[in-house]
């Protein structure tokens, strides 16, 4: 028996970025482990990536090419064909529509793999090298990431293993035992070493039970409790007005609009008392700030309503009211992907190729409108084909009934690269197998901790599975077009996706490089603004567009709040397919508190209905605590086709986009809830 270790990056949309050792015996996974040596993954992984040869050696494990031989509003159904006829086609359907106009081609793709290599360096050229329509990649971060580029540059913060030194750690929108799991082993160390720990969430989540308050705001009024924590900030001199002075711009503007928000206005607003505004504000700040350093982490969830930009915004500022930046344990952390711009290469994917053509731009949050939209002088022309890689926009994009009405269209041409049969390539005219991060190169960054890391193949592709690379390669080939850079290797786009400051060597021999960031990286200010200085100008609250204050005519009819957070076992909708983990997960639910379950007399375990004017979302109802009155939680993102009566929770959120970054507000929605 061959038994041998290779080592790997994980590839999926999580800020952890856990390096992977792979144990290979007689050319088959067996074991999938963290690295003990690697700082941030430390040996431990997530339950789901644990079982990642599970997923690779899945019995619906896509291995062929497949056609449509059925109609798209018909139960799919496909036929096996070899890779020459798929292509072909493919290429001569595609070389037909660009002809006409080759910005009626659609890329949609997002961060089924957050790898360089297989995410967007080879696909990136194919379509600057078509001259293919843009894609505005906003799904899941672009708010937040917009929030703090206004605030301080970039996507900057403190690192992850500093939250261990915090003696005050706020929580802020995470569910870090679920998705941010190395985050929650330092928190834990803070923990025991007898910091306080408060999470801030509609939810009661699993990490609000371990922490030692938790604070169930309303979904969309995090903006809100910032103003009123700053508000206390002020009104009892908690300010290092040094570091104001120095490192602030717009600081008497924000002042003004804090002044604004007392307690009792803000306990309104947020749907909690004033008494946990004052003392979340007596505990971030009432310290010697050296001694006793505060911390906030951040995630995705508060961004995803209308005012998610700004949300962020205004809770990126806190630290620098108290002067917490200053000490390597005291700051904020909701991504540090920045870190990675300047080690990056920009043309990576090649925009050279373009050729001075400036094809539209569509956003991915809005492609159910997208889809159905006729041409027009504002959109432009309809789309005619669609090339879908690393997402699953059927499942979860928002406002599922328009993205499934267009991806039906029989005029659509559409291609899936894919593992398995998930609700998008149900509705494809190509499905095409590719390779899971097991079977081929990559290099990867992160956006919690600051290491590049690289991923090695560990086994051949299964079946006649490609890397995301070859396929485009192929098709580019196919399509007659001839230019050196769309025929470049692998390692050939690894060596080109960094300065010269990332060691490739390096990376393959022990797996990782850190990037050297400063261990109190705005100690002294020196953010990625024009000036250095933070800037606080123009931040404000934004409401929802849907809720009692926002719109009380809509809450009439719709009262109850939902929120869509991921469900423990699944990322995004990847793994829903995994027996063991679905298993595990249970089946799709709703929760909803006692109380209004009571009002609609609707019994724990019934099936029940969320519904709005958008669609009608059906799974069990489970009441429980872990939903605060007036807010249900629809957990997600399960395949529709996994659901009840080919639903989820998608069926209910709206188009609409937020403040900032044109990302969807997917947690700024109402409905009612009746027995289905």
């Given at each position: 028996?061959?038994?041998?270790?290779?080592?790997?990056?994980?590839?999926?949309?999580?800020?952890?970025?856990?390096?992977?050792?792979?144990?290979?015996?007689?050319?088959?996974?067996?074991?999938?482990?963290?690295?003990?040596?690697?700082?941030?993954?430390?040996?431990?992984?997530?339950?789901?990536?644990?079982?990642?040869?599970?997923?690779?050696?899945?019995?619906?494990?896509?291995?062929?090419?497949?056609?449509?031989?059925?109609?798209?509003?018909?139960?799919?159904?496909?036929?096996?064909?070899?890779?020459?006829?798929?292509?072909?086609?493919?290429?001569?359907?595609?070389?037909?529509?660009?002809?006409?106009?080759?910005?009626?081609?659609?890329?949609?793709?997002?961060?089924?793999?957050?790898?360089?290599?297989?995410?967007?360096?080879?696909?990136?050229?194919?379509?600057?090298?078509?001259?293919?329509?843009?894609?505005?990649?906003?799904?899941?971060?672009?708010?937040?990431?917009?929030?703090?580029?206004?605030?301080?540059?970039?996507?900057?913060?403190?690192?992850?293993?500093?939250?261990?030194?915090?003696?005050?750690?706020?929580?802020?929108?995470?569910?870090?035992?679920?998705?941010?799991?190395?985050?929650?082993?330092?928190?834990?160390?803070?923990?025991?070493?007898?910091?306080?720990?408060?999470?801030?969430?509609?939810?009661?989540?699993?990490?609000?039970?371990?922490?030692?308050?938790?604070?169930?705001?309303?979904?969309?009024?995090?903006?809100?409790?910032?103003?009123?924590?700053?508000?206390?900030?002020?009104?009892?001199?908690?300010?290092?007005?040094?570091?104001?002075?120095?490192?602030?711009?717009?600081?008497?503007?924000?002042?003004?609009?804090?002044?604004?928000?007392?307690?009792?206005?803000?306990?309104?607003?947020?749907?909690?008392?004033?008494?946990?505004?004052?003392?979340?504000?007596?505990?971030?700040?009432?310290?010697?700030?050296?001694?006793?350093?505060?911390?906030?982490?951040?995630?995705?969830?508060?961004?995803?309503?209308?005012?998610?930009?700004?949300?962020?915004?205004?809770?990126?500022?806190?630290?620098?009211?108290?002067?917490?930046?200053?000490?390597?344990?005291?700051?904020?952390l909701l991504s540090a992907s920045g870190w990675f711009a300047?080690?990056?290469?920009?043309?990576?994917?090649?925009?050279?190729?373009?050729?001075?053509?400036?094809?539209?731009?569509?956003?991915?949050?809005?492609?159910?409108?997208?889809?159905l939209a006729e041409a027009s002088p504002e959109f432009g022309?309809?789309?005619?084909?669609?090339?879908?890689?690393?997402?699953?926009?059927?499942?979860?994009?928002?406002?599922?009934?328009?993205?499934?009405?267009?991806?039906?269209?029989?005029?659509?041409?559409?291609?899936?690269?894919?593992?398995?049969?998930?609700?998008?390539?149900?509705?494809?005219?190509?499905?095409?197998?590719?390779?899971?991060?097991?079977?081929?190169?990559?290099?990867?960054?992160?956006?919690?901790?600051?290491?590049?890391?690289?991923?090695?193949?560990?086994?051949?592709?299964?079946?006649?599975?490609?890397?995301?690379?070859?396929?485009?390669?192929?098709?580019?080939?196919?399509?007659?077009?001839?230019?050196?850079?769309?025929?470049?290797?692998?390692?050939?786009?690894?060596?080109?996706?960094?300065?010269?400051?990332?060691?490739?060597?390096?990376?393959?021999?022990?797996?990782?490089?850190?990037?050297?960031?400063?261990?109190?990286?705005?100690?002294?200010?020196?953010?990625?603004?024009?000036?250095?200085?933070?800037?606080?100008?123009?931040?404000?609250?934004?409401?929802?567009?849907?809720?009692?204050?926002?719109?009380?005519?809509?809450?009439?009819?719709?009262?109850?709040?939902?929120?869509?957070?991921?469900?423990?076992?699944?990322?995004?909708?990847?793994?829903?397919?995994?027996?063991?983990?679905?298993?595990?997960?249970?089946?799709?639910?709703?929760?909803?508190?006692?109380?209004?379950?009571?009002?609609?007399?609707?019994?724990?375990?019934?099936?029940?209905?969320?519904?709005?004017?958008?669609?009608?979302?059906?799974?069990?109802?489970?009441?429980?605590?872990?939903?605060?009155?007036?807010?249900?939680?629809?957990?997600?993102?399960?395949?529709?086709?996994?659901?009840?009566?080919?639903?989820?929770?998608?069926?209910?959120?709206?188009?609409?986009?937020?403040?900032?970054?044109?990302?969807?507000?997917?947690?700024?929605?109402?409905?009612?809830?009746?027995?289905?």
């Open positions: 028996m061959s038994t041998r270790t290779v080592f790997g990056a994980c590839p999926h949309d999580c800020p952890d970025t856990c390096a992977l050792q792979v144990t290979v015996e007689n050319e088959r996974v067996v074991k999938v482990q963290g690295r003990a040596e690697h700082p941030s993954t430390h040996g431990a992984l997530c339950t789901k990536v644990s079982r990642y040869p599970e997923r690779t050696y899945h019995a619906e494990r896509l291995l062929h090419p497949l056609k449509r031989v059925s109609k798209k509003t018909e139960a799919p159904r496909f036929v096996q064909v070899s890779w020459a006829e798929a292509l072909a086609d493919i290429a001569a359907r595609l070389k037909a529509i660009a002809a006409r106009d080759p910005q009626t081609i659609q890329p949609y793709s997002y961060a089924g793999t957050m790898g360089l290599i297989q995410g967007e360096a080879m696909a990136g050229r194919l379509w600057n090298a078509l001259g293919a329509a843009r894609l505005d990649r906003t799904i899941c971060a672009s708010a937040g990431g917009a929030g703090l580029a206004a605030t301080y540059g970039h996507k900057l913060g403190m690192h992850t293993r500093h939250f261990a030194g915090a003696k005050f750690i706020v929580i802020w929108g995470s569910n870090s035992i679920t998705s941010n799991l190395h985050f929650w082993t330092y928190a834990n160390q803070a923990k025991r070493d007898g910091a306080k720990l408060i999470c801030i969430d509609p939810r009661r989540t699993e990490t609000a039970d371990k922490c030692h308050q938790h604070i169930a705001l309303l979904p969309g009024t995090d903006g809100a409790l910032a103003l009123g924590l700053m508000h206390e900030l002020i009104a009892h001199d908690w300010l290092d007005h040094d570091y104001i002075q120095r490192h602030v711009d717009g600081w008497d503007e924000l002042r003004d609009k804090a002044l604004a928000w007392p307690p009792e206005r803000v306990a309104a607003t947020c749907g909690i008392t004033a008494d946990e505004v004052r003392g979340l504000a007596r505990d971030y700040a009432d310290r010697d700030v050296l001694a006793a350093p505060a911390a906030i982490r951040m995630n995705y969830g508060l961004q995803r309503v209308r005012g998610g930009g700004n949300a962020v915004r205004l809770i990126a500022l806190l630290p620098c009211l108290t002067g917490a930046w200053r000490h390597p344990s005291g700051g904020v300047p080690y990056k290469n920009p043309a990576l994917e090649r925009p050279d190729l373009l050729a001075g053509r400036q094809p539209r731009t569509v956003n991915m949050s809005t492609i159910g409108d997208a889809l022309p309809r789309i005619e084909a669609l090339v879908v890689y690393n997402s699953n926009p059927v499942a979860v994009a928002p406002e599922s009934p328009k993205v499934v009405k267009g991806f039906q269209r029989e005029d659509l041409f559409t291609v899936v690269l894919e593992h398995f049969m998930t609700d998008t390539a149900d509705l494809a005219d190509y499905v095409l197998p590719a390779t899971t991060q097991l079977e081929h190169l990559d290099v990867h960054t992160s956006y919690g901790h600051t290491d590049v890391l690289m991923n090695q193949p560990a086994i051949a592709p299964l079946g006649e599975a490609k890397t995301n690379t070859q396929i485009f390669r192929e098709l580019a080939a196919a399509l007659g077009l001839t230019d050196p850079a769309l025929r470049e290797t692998d390692e050939e786009l690894a060596a080109q996706a960094f300065t010269a400051d990332i060691d490739l060597a390096l990376l393959r021999s022990q797996g990782w490089q850190p990037l050297p960031v400063a261990e109190a990286p705005f100690a002294n200010g020196g953010f990625r603004t024009p000036n250095g200085r933070a800037q606080a100008a123009g931040a404000d609250f934004v409401p929802n567009y849907e809720s009692a204050a926002s719109a009380p005519e809509l809450a009439a009819r719709y009262p109850l709040a939902m929120i869509s957070p991921p469900a423990r076992n699944f990322l995004n909708s990847s793994f829903v397919n995994v027996k063991s983990l679905r298993d595990i997960e249970g089946e799709p639910v709703i929760e909803m508190h006692a109380d209004d379950a009571a009002a609609r007399s609707l019994a724990d375990g019934a099936l029940v209905a969320a519904f709005n004017d958008r669609g009608r979302y059906v799974a069990k109802l489970k009441v429980s605590p872990r939903a605060r009155p007036g807010v249900v939680n629809g957990l997600g993102v399960w395949w529709r086709k996994l659901g009840v009566q080919g639903s989820n929770v998608n069926e209910v959120t709206h188009q609409r986009l937020t403040d900032m970054g044109n990302a969807p507000a997917f947690y700024d929605c109402l409905v009612e809830v009746e027995p289905a």
